[in-house]
C-alpha cells in the first residue's frame, strides 16, 4: 500500500504543478504568445526556456514523492535518481511542445502522456527498491 501511496502522490504532484504552478509559463511556453508579445527576432526562441523551466519545476515534484519515501525509509540517494529526472524533463518538454506549438496533440493525449511518465518513473523506482 506504502507504494501505492507514493505513485498517487506522484499524481497530486503533477496536478500541483501542471495546472497550479505553471502561472505564466502557460503562455510564455506558446510560440504564439512570443509571436504577438515579443514579435522581435531576439526573442524568437524565447518559449524553449519556458518550456524547459516548467519542465524542470514538474519533474522536480512529481520526484519529490519517491526522494522522500526514499530518504526516509534510510536508503541512500545516488547518482542513479538523476536519470528518472532528467530523462522526465526532456520528455515533458517536448510533450508540452507537441500541445502548445506543433498542435500535434490535444489536452487528454498531453495529460495521457504526463500519466504515462509518472507510472514509467514509478514502476521502475518500486522494481529497484524492492
Known amino acids: 500500500m506504502k507504494y501505492i501511496l507514493v505513485l498517487l502522490s506522484m499524481?497530486?504532484?503533477?496536478?500541483?504543478?501542471?495546472?497550479?504552478?505553471?502561472?505564466?509559463l502557460t503562455s510564455l511556453k506558446q510560440k504564439d504568445w512570443w509571436q504577438k508579445?515579443?514579435?522581435?527576432?531576439?526573442?524568437?526562441?524565447?518559449?524553449?526556456?519556458?518550456?524547459?523551466?516548467?519542465?524542470?519545476?514538474?519533474?522536480?515534484?512529481t520526484m519529490i514523492p519517491i526522494v522522500a519515501f526514499t530518504v526516509l525509509s534510510g536508503i541512500e540517494l545516488n547518482i542513479d535518481y538523476?536519470?528518472?529526472?532528467?530523462?522526465?524533463?526532456?520528455?515533458?518538454a517536448l510533450v508540452d511542445d507537441a500541445k502548445a506549438n506543433?498542435?500535434?496533440?490535444?489536452?487528454?493525449?498531453?495529460?495521457y502522456a504526463h500519466l504515462l511518465q509518472i507510472f514509467i518513473t514509478w514502476a521502475i523506482w518500486a522494481i529497484c527498491i524492492l
Not at 17 to 23: T, V
Not at 82 to 92: G, S
Open 11 to 24: 499524481v497530486f504532484c503533477h496536478i500541483v504543478d501542471d495546472y497550479y504552478l505553471q502561472g505564466l
Open 37 to 61: 508579445n515579443a514579435p522581435q527576432k531576439l526573442y524568437k526562441k524565447d518559449y524553449i526556456m519556458a518550456l524547459f523551466m516548467h519542465s524542470f519545476s514538474w519533474s522536480f515534484m
Open 82 to 92: 538523476l536519470i528518472p529526472y532528467l530523462v522526465n524533463t526532456i520528455i515533458h
Open 102 to 111: 506543433k498542435k500535434w496533440i490535444n489536452l487528454i493525449e498531453d495529460q
